[in-house]
Each structure stands twice: as C-alpha cells, then as structure tokens.
C-alpha cells in the first residue's frame, strides 16, 4: 500500500503544481520545452530561469523531512548516450515525460497520446534488450 | 507575480518528481522492466497527475478566457501526427531506457551533486541543441 502511496501522491503534487502554472501563467509545464528555450538568449525566459530554480529547490526543501536523492548506478556510456538521446528525441519530438505525459494527455492531445505510447514502448525494449538479452544489470 | 507563481510551480514538480520516486533512475528502469521483477508503482505517478490535470484543464477551460497574470494561454497549436513527433519518441524512449533519466528528474537531481547527473545534462543539452538545429533548418 505504501509502496503505491508516495508514487500516487507525487503524481498528485506534480498534476497540481502543472494546474498551477497553467491557470497563472497559461505555459505547460513540459520540462524539456523549458531547457529547450533556455538554450536561446531571449526575452520572456525570466519564468523559465524561476521554474528549473524551483525544480532544484523542491528537493532541497524535502530533505528537511527526510527525503533524499539517489546515488546513480547507471554507467557513464549510459549517462552520456542516455542523455544525448534523451535530449534529441525529446527536442525533435515536441516533448517528455511531462509536457506529453502529464500536460499533453491531459489536454486530451492525440498527438501527445501517440508520443507517450511510442516513448513507452521503445523505453521498454531498450530496458529488456540492456538487461535480458545483454545481460547488463 | 508570474515569476513567483512559475518558481512555486517549479518547486511543487521537483517535490513531486522526489516524492513519487521517478528522481531514482533504477526505480525508472524497475518500472520499464517489464519483463524482469516489475515494479508496477510508477504507474501511479501518471495516474495521480492525470486525475488532477484531465478534470482541472477542463475547467479551466470553460471558466477562464484567460491566465490570471497573461494576456492568454500558450498551448501548442500542432494538431498532426507528424514523422518527428513518432521519430524524436521513438529516440526519447531509447535514452530513458538507457538511463532511466528524463530531463525533469535530470534537474531535480542537481543539489545530489552526482558527477553523473552534470554528464547526463551536458549530453542531454547537446542533443537539444542538435535538434533544434535541425529543427531551424
């Protein structure tokens, strides 16, 4: 019960948090827009700049309680073409986790619907080949 | 006060993304293990954020003609399922399953002050750069 409570509750925090920025500032809440943007000298960055500061202040202010962030197992070759990848698709694609996921599908958006099940699936893949047929763990 | 309300909106998601687990790359991959030991909770995570986004964009929707500190909402405009949409989820999903990392936990991570996290995020701004380039052209 537990094990499904925090994942719950996040979500929850995260669909409020998407709710709040969309009824006062009218943006999505879609991360790798944000960075994408951020990447350009421009005006009208200003509450992009505010967001990511949020987005490394949320865990610092959750420490106090307890909460801590992970150490990272993954290899450096994974890092690195993880990132690329991540990067690229998620710039070229319109979208990630977020903007797609949570805001997308929330609008009921069929192009965000397609993006999260081929995100989803080709994520799947990728872990059961590394794992299962590479055998990396 | 748009500044204020998009720092808060960023706090909020960084504590969500802390509190539902998605900061812990190999809770990510447990989940997109499908065929391993398969952590089912994250699922949870879209769930919780959907049941808040769905219903509150709709009202949103319907009772505001206009964000409460902008002149009018930004949401994108794209309608078709297009080759880059399908092409960027299809190398997005690659790198998740890869790292287990998608740019908003990358950010969250910063204050853990992990070696690994700055290479995620330097590969994951290469990438954005190359897209968007490709994007311009």
Redesign the interface.
Known sequence: MT??F????????????????????????G??GI??NL?TIQPGN???W??????????????TTG?S??????S?A?????????????????G???G????????????SI???M???????????I???VMGVA | MNFLFALLAGIGFGMGLTISGMVDPQKVLGFLDVAGDWDASLAFVMGGALMVFIPGFQIVKKQLTSPLFEKSFFLPSANSIDKPLVIGAVLFGIGWGLSGICPGPAIANISGMEDKVFGFILAMLIGMIVARRINAK
């Open positions: 094990q499904f925090e994942p719950l509750a996040g979500g929850v925090i995260l669909g409020l948090s998407a709710l709040l920025l969309l009824i006062a500032s009218g943006r999505i809440a991360i790798s960075l994408g990447l200003g509450w992009r505010m967001f990511v500061l949020g987005l490394i202040l949320g865990p610092i202010i959750l420490s909460f962030l992970p150490a990272i197992e993954g450096w994974m890092m690195i073409a993880g990132g690329l990848l991540v990067g690229f698709g998620s710039a070229y694609g319109s990630c986790t977020s797609h996921g949570i805001c997308g599908i929330g609008r009921l958006s069929p192009r397609t993006s999260v081929v995100f989803m699936i080709t994520a799947a893949i990728t872990v059961f590394v794992r299962h």
